[in-house]
């Protein structure tokens, strides 16, 4: 790519760890402080990337669904999302916050799913090339406490919501350990704080981060 201009921050975390939440208050922030912002989810974000959100999340008949296709699947939005959206945002200087990236499918598709990790790393090498999070905010929660937060909602859980307990626990583990491989770029950060401290902590993060690129 390029020479790049803009920063790209992904949050992370398993289904119900308050996501939706602090990217909606890092992009006030940043808005107020002047940057131009684009902010994504995945799989979506593009024509192609919400047809696929559809199909996986939502379209009942794909529930069964075998585990390579739905790896597939998700690096097939995410490829469209990078070069559709992604690269020419980051390209322009603007702020890039995306709610999952690649890490969500290292996760859950390789750990979780229990997909040959090889072979995972290898396919979202091919759907992102070079273009990688320079900050990833690991929301942390236990995995029983995150399970029972999205069961209480009262609402229709989609595909990846409604798996089992331990499908979380493995979301979890997975999370921490790739954390804790790439430690300069994912942060991990404690889930069940007041909304406002981890807010706080968050800016922190993103000012140090801004300063250094």
Known sequence: MAERRGMLISFEGSEGCGKSTQIERLKARLS??????LQMREPGGTFV??????????????????HEAELLLFAASRAQLVRESIRPALLAGKTVILDRFLDSTTVYQGYARGLPMESVRA???????????????????????AWARIHATGRELDR??????EFFE???RGYLNL???QPDRIVVLDAS????????????LVEHRRHAL
Do not use: Y
């Open 32 to 37: 107020s402080a002047g940057q131009e912002i």
């Open 49 to 66: 990337g919400e047809r696929i959100r559809d199909l996986l999340q939502h379209t009942k008949e794909a529930h069964s669904m075998c």
């Open 123 to 145: 396919i979202n090498r091919f759907a992102v090339q070079d273009v990688v999070p320079d900050l990833t905010l690991l929301l942390d929660m236990d995995a029983s406490k």
């Open 160 to 165: 990846m919501e409604s798996q089992p307990l």
């Open 170 to 172: 493995n979301v979890r």
């Open 179 to 181: 954390a804790a491989e």
């Open 193 to 204: 704080l007041k909304p406002e401290e981890l807010e706080q902590q968050i800016w922190t």
